[in-house]
């Protein structure tokens, strides 16, 4: 009686209807990006990356890259990112553009002036290094060799309007990294 309650308990596990070969299995829900971000903030520290880009950035294939659509509007990502950011304890931004934007013309890209104008007023209180886009490309390659990036595609149809977020320490600033470099290179070496 016990095996039969356990074959009828496991026959009752099984789909009533077995699915066609032809048909595709439904699709993962498409992770809530929202909740991505604040799930991975306090895991993300310096020289990990947050990467808002266009609906046209390639998805990159190296193991340390997650790549997240988000479909929603990319100055709309890059205020919530930001937002998050500063809420940390731990993080701060260092802010990457193509060095490209500026020379793209509204006739090549309708929207692109206005666009410029306001990513200029949501970063104005944010360090800003403009870079040329394939060496941008080559500093987020070369961080995903040891450390972990968060790509959020969004529905932006302008090129070279990517915001590259490098994310580096809150509470210790390059000035009193080079202060303790500097002491470090002056004091003698400890004898081992």
Known sequence: MRKLLIVLSLLSCLPCSPQS??????????????????????????????????????LQAAPGIETIETGAAQLEVVRHVLATIDRSIHV?????????LPFVLDDDAPGVSAYRAEVADLLRAYPLESLPHDRV???????????????LKTTM???????????????????????????MAASPQPAH
């Not at 701060?92 to 490209?100: F, G, H, L, S, Y």
């Not at 070279?160 to 002491?183: G, H, M, P």
């Open 137 to 151: 490309i080559a500093n987020i390659e070369e961080a995903s060799r040891h450390f972990n990036i968060l790509v």
């Open 21 to 58: 070969p032809s048909v595709p299995a439904p699709a993962a829900p498409a992770p809530d990006w929202r909740a991505r971000v604040s799930e991975a903030m306090p895991l993300l520290g310096h020289r990990n990356w947050i990467l808002i880009v266009d609906s046209a950035y390639p």
């Open 92 to 100: 701060r931004p260092v802010i990457q553009m193509d060095a490209e």
């Open 157 to 183: 149809t302008v090129p070279y309007t990517s915001v590259f977020i490098r994310l580096d320490c809150k509470y210790w600033s390059a000035a009193a990294e080079q202060r303790l470099r500097a002491r």
